[in-house]
C-alpha cells in the first residue's frame, strides 16, 4: 500500500508541475514531464501529440506568471497497474472550470514518471 501511494503522489507532484507557469512556458522543463508517446484529448476536442504540444504550451494558458493560473481540487489518484497511475481532477483557469484525467506512467523502477495521456472537458457556467 505504501509503494501505491508512493506512486500516485509521484504522479499528481507531475500533474502540478505542468500547472506551473514556469514548466509550461519552458519546451525543456515540460518535456521532462511528457512521455514520448504523449497524447492528449484537450477540451477543445483538439488532439494533441508530444511535439504539438511541446510546441504550443508556452503560448497555452496558464503559461504566463503574470496571468491566470491553474487551480486544481479534488485532485486524487489510483494505480491501474505497476508503474501506470490515473489521476484525476478539476481545474479553474480564471472563469473557465474543467474536468481532466491523465495516465502517468513509469517505464522502470528508476525512471522518471510521466505523462502519457491527458484528457480535458470544459464544463459549462451551471453545471454541478
Do not use: C, N
Not at 504539438?52 to 496558464?62: F, I, T, V, W, Y
Request: proline share 7%; glycine share 8%; charged share 25%.
Amino acid at each position: 500500500m505504501d509503494d501505491e501511494r508512493a506512486q500516485v503522489a509521484a504522479a499528481i507532484a507531475g500533474e502540478l508541475r505542468l500547472m506551473d507557469p514556469a514548466v509550461r512556458a519552458s519546451r525543456e522543463l515540460a518535456a521532462e514531464l511528457l512521455d514520448p508517446e504523449f497524447v492528449e484529448v484537450g477540451a477543445s476536442g483538439r488532439r494533441f501529440t508530444y511535439e504539438q504540444l511541446l510546441a504550443e504550451l508556452p503560448d497555452k494558458p496558464g503559461a504566463s506568471a503574470d496571468g491566470p493560473r491553474y487551480e486544481p481540487s479534488g485532485l486524487t489518484g489510483v494505480v491501474l497497474a505497476p508503474g501506470l497511475v490515473q489521476v484525476t481532477f478539476e481545474a479553474r483557469l480564471g472563469d473557465r472550470r474543467s474536468r481532466h484525467s491523465s495516465l502517468w506512467r513509469r517505464h522502470d523502477e528508476q525512471g522518471a514518471w510521466r505523462m502519457y495521456y491527458h484528457h480535458a472537458t470544459a464544463v459549462p457556467p451551471g453545471v454541478a
